[in-house]
């Protein structure tokens, strides 16, 4: 990534994303399912990184990218994307006793960590802010930031009480007072914060014991970081540092250069609550690297499988890099190793294979990237530009009427509350029993009252404008709306043709309980039909009938959803073979039905959900927000223009030319593959990665 042009790169791509991975790691190659934030603990750390000011939030995510997006935005970005690399979580969990999240404190106990054992974590200094890191909300910074809120306001209410009170022994004690309450405050925010920092860190080695095994082992590995030759900026573990020397250094011999960035080690709250899958854990240990994450976001399955649908379906092409090897992930570990020790890995036929084959994938993903970004018709494209500057505009203007409308409200209700307390004494009634007109009817109430009405004026003009927007995306979208409804066209015509009652058809898990059964059943109707024996029959008879009796309601679901009586035209019971069959073809009717609904989700999120065309304001910026996961279809088209980086050039994967000495292309691509090092582009759609590189054996050290 350019140093000009450099962008945000909180990659969300924390380990990567959600991920799958062959051992040791787990895979990032299979459907990923997860929900973001499964866990209380997941939750809690996101509301603190959310919560934390500018300072705070650079400590913990330095390695994050740069400028324009709000420090604190961008912990919560990265922090949201992180945890999306996995499709389960291992399991394994603290031993921890009491852990109690509020808003003033947080407890953690764990007797197997003893302050002894936590005094190494005072001496580690790479990356700068790794203290801060493990001390997550509670740190120096965040400590100093506290007592100087409470400074400020004893020195208000020192002020106030100057200004209100006569000189006097009542004013000196009033001013005692207040002093006296401030210390008392600033010595109890000091122990909190002194108490939250050894738990953290209490914590942090408790969970990395776990995944790297007893003392040092985790001092050990943390006093491994090292910064990245030529990435100003960028940690990494020791030995992704080095392989990343003699990535840079191949790449030198060729006349280019590695791409730069910051985003590389980065704990991201990972070391607190239930540890993640491993998968997750790639940036926390210093393993992971994100590049340009604008131009190269993540297409997940998190906030649903629309995008990728879209992308898949308007890119006409891959939207990951697909290889033919069954095992890339423990291939490129082998060829890091094979290449690390000196060999040529190009000389030999099956790497050259590899690479071929990778480069000619490469090259078919961008070439759907850029096809996607013309797949709607330019007069199109130019509508939808001009319905997102209105849809932005308005959205910029709402923030005011908004933040003034709530300010207002709370002085009606505090001007309400007076009034009924008022109107109660002089009619010696129960505050709850004075009408609300009255109330309103009250002078300064009433005033308030008129006071809001402009801006409820405004906000109405400013709402009909955003659903303006919204109404004109159904013609704005007709093309893409026709190449959806030649997706769903056919399915409902072998929908139809199935004949099959959809809402009959029992739960995927009662279908998987019946199937089971009907082998079984089926099993023992083929053997009777070979057996010639009365008493042999019987017995076979029986059981069958028996098998039969234990899913019977499911069987006749079965019948409701296939619209059959379950009899043969003789009077005897369908046989298990034919019960198989209807099986198979409630799954494909399933199977049909989720595909049909994805594409009508598709088109309704096209023609209705302004968010997921348009997406969010940044905050503090009178511009939409670019995001790193999961993007509006505006940035995906480059519509969301930037003139400080290159990143309204829209689609999923832009690599830079070939040209470009120190750039995220090819060349880059495949000498990080020969050195061990895998691309998050080359897992499956919905959790591809184009931003994310692991150094595979990195995960060969945990336990």
């Keep these: 990534m350019r140093t000009a042009t450099r962008q945000p790169q909180q990659k969300s791509s924390a380990n990567s994303t959600k991920s799958k991975r062959p051992q040791p790691a787990p895979s990032h190659e299979a459907h990923p399912l997860l929900r973001l934030q499964r866990t209380i603990g997941n939750q809690a750390v996101l509301r603190l990184l959310r919560a934390r000011a500018d300072a705070e939030a650079r400590s913990a995510t330095e390695e994050a990218p740069v400028a324009e997006v709000p420090k604190n935005e961008k912990q919560a970005q990265v922090t949201t994307h992180e945890l999306t690399h996995v499709v389960q979580q291992t399991g394994a969990t603290s031993p921890m006793i009491a852990r109690q999240v509020g808003t003033t404190s947080t407890t953690v106990r764990f007797p197997s960590v003893s302050d002894d054992d936590i005094k190494w974590i005072d001496t580690l200094t790479k990356p700068p802010n790794i203290l801060e890191q493990i001390d997550l909300g509670f740190s120096p910074t965040a400590e100093l930031r506290n007592i100087g809120r409470v400074e400020s306001a004893e020195k208000r209410d020192v002020a106030r009480i100057e200004k209100t009170m006569k000189p006097g022994p009542d004013r000196d004690a009033a001013i005692e007072k207040a002093r006296a309450a401030a210390t008392t405050q600033t010595d109890s925010e000091k122990q909190r914060f002194q108490t939250g920092r050894g738990d953290r860190r209490k914590e942090f080695l408790n969970n990395m014991r776990i995944l790297l095994g007893p003392d040092p082992a985790t001092e050990n590995h943390f006093k491994a970081f090292e910064p990245v030759d030529g990435s100003p900026g960028l940690f990494l573990h020791g030995d992704a540092a080095a392989r990343m020397k003699e990535v840079r250094a191949e790449l030198i011999s060729k006349g280019h250069d590695i791409p730069d960035t910051t985003v590389g080690q980065a704990l991201r709250g990972r070391h607190l609550g239930k540890l993640p899958n491993k998968g997750m854990l790639g940036h926390a240990l210093g393993f992971s690297i994100d590049y340009n994450a604008y131009a190269n976001p993540k297409i997940s399955f998190e906030q649903g499988h629309e995008r990728v649908a879209m992308t898949r379906l308007f890119s006409g092409g891959p939207t990951n890099i697909k290889v033919s090897q069954p095992n890339p992930r423990a291939f490129i570990e082998q060829l890091g190793k094979r290449t690390a020790a000196g060999e040529d890995v190009e000389k030999d036929v099956k790497v050259q294979a590899f690479l071929t084959e990778f480069e000619q994938q490469f ?245 209705e959900n302004t968010r997921f065309v348009f997406g969010d304001l940044e905050d503090g910026k009178s511009r939409l927000r670019l995001e790193s996961m999961d993007p509006s279809v505006a940035q995906l088209l480059g519509l969301l223009d930037r003139s400080d980086r290159k990143t309204d050039e829209g689609g999923f994967f832009n690599p830079d030319p070939d040209t470009e000495k120190r750039g995220f292309n090819l060349l880059f691509f495949k000498t990080m593959v020969k050195h061990g090092f895998q691309p998050g582009a080359t897992w499956q759609a919905g959790s591809t990665d184009p931003m994310h590189f692991d150094f595979v054996e990195g995960w060969s050290k945990l336990k």
Excluded: C
């Design 363 to 607: 090259n078919l993903m961008h070439a759907a990237s850029d096809q996607f970004k013309q797949s709607l018709p330019a007069a199109n494209l130019a509508d939808l530009r001009n319905l997102k500057d209105r849809y932005e505009k308005a959205l910029v203007d709402l923030r005011p009427v908004d933040s003034n409308l709530k300010a207002l409200d709370q002085k009606i209700t505090v001007a309400r509350n007076a009034a009924r307390k008022l109107i109660s004494g002089q009619l010696k009634t129960k505050p709850a029993d004075v009408p609300a007109e009255d109330i309103d009817a009250q002078e300064k109430v009433a005033k308030l009252l008129e006071d809001r009405k402009p801006l409820d004026q405004q906000k109405s003009v400013l709402e009909a404008e955003k659903e303006a927007v919204r109404t004109s995306l159904k013609t704005t979208f007709q093309p893409w709306l026709t190449k959806i409804q030649e997706k769903i066209d056919p399915l409902r015509a072998a929908e139809t043709k199935a004949g099959i009652l959809l809402d009959q058809i029992p739960s995927e898990a009662e279908l998987n309980k019946a199937v089971n059964q009907l082998k079984n059943i089926d099993r023992l109707e083929k053997q009777l039909a070979t057996v010639t024996n009365a008493k042999t029959s019987e017995r076979l008879n029986d059981s069958i009938n028996k098998l039969r009796a234990k899913i019977a309601p499911l069987l006749a679901q079965f019948d409701s959803a296939a619209g059959s009586s379950g009899m043969t035209p003789d009077g005897k019971p369908l046989s298990a073979s034919i019960r198989l069959e209807q099986g198979e073809k409630f799954t494909e009717a399933r199977l049909r039905r989720r595909e049909i609904d994805l594409w009508a989700s598709l088109a309704k999120n096209l023609t």
